[in-house]
């Protein structure tokens, strides 16, 4: 019986917590729709962060809306694909104006990991988040 409770590392499974319940809770923020759109064919997501950050028109920012800037930031991370990075982690900037100031320059960490079902998908963040 105790053997059944080992993986093949001979490690214990404590805890684990899937992608989808990171969406289910609000954590991530699916956008695979809108991504698939920008061309890019693996699942996508976003922090619930970045989201907020970046995507969400903060009040008093006349001329934009949650769906242009969301498709902005959709196609940058397009464009940083296109550049065919090395490795499962790259980054990617945005212009961002959350103020009526100039907009500013905003960099983000993007990663291509496994999925759920271990298949191929793309989580964008900042660069300290996990």
Request: hydrophobic share 40%; net charge negative.
């Amino acid at each position: 019986m105790e053997d059944e409770k080992k993986t093949d590392g001979g490690w214990e499974l404590i805890d684990s917590y899937s992608r989808r319940q990171a969406i289910d809770d609000g954590l991530l923020v699916d956008v695979s729709e809108i991504a698939q759109e920008a061309g890019i064919r693996y699942p996508v997501a976003i922090s619930r962060h970045v989201y907020e950050s970046y995507v969400a028109v903060p009040a008093g920012v006349a001329g934009q809306d949650e769906a242009g800037r969301l498709w902005d930031a959709v196609w940058m991370l397009s464009c940083a694909l296109r550049r065919k990075p090395r490795g499962q982690e790259f980054r990617l900037a945005l212009f961002v104006n959350n103020d009526r100031q100039a907009a500013r320059r905003v960099e983000l960490k993007a990663v291509c990991g496994p999925g759920d079902d271990l298949s191929p998908c793309i989580t964008v963040m900042q660069p300290w988040e996990d």
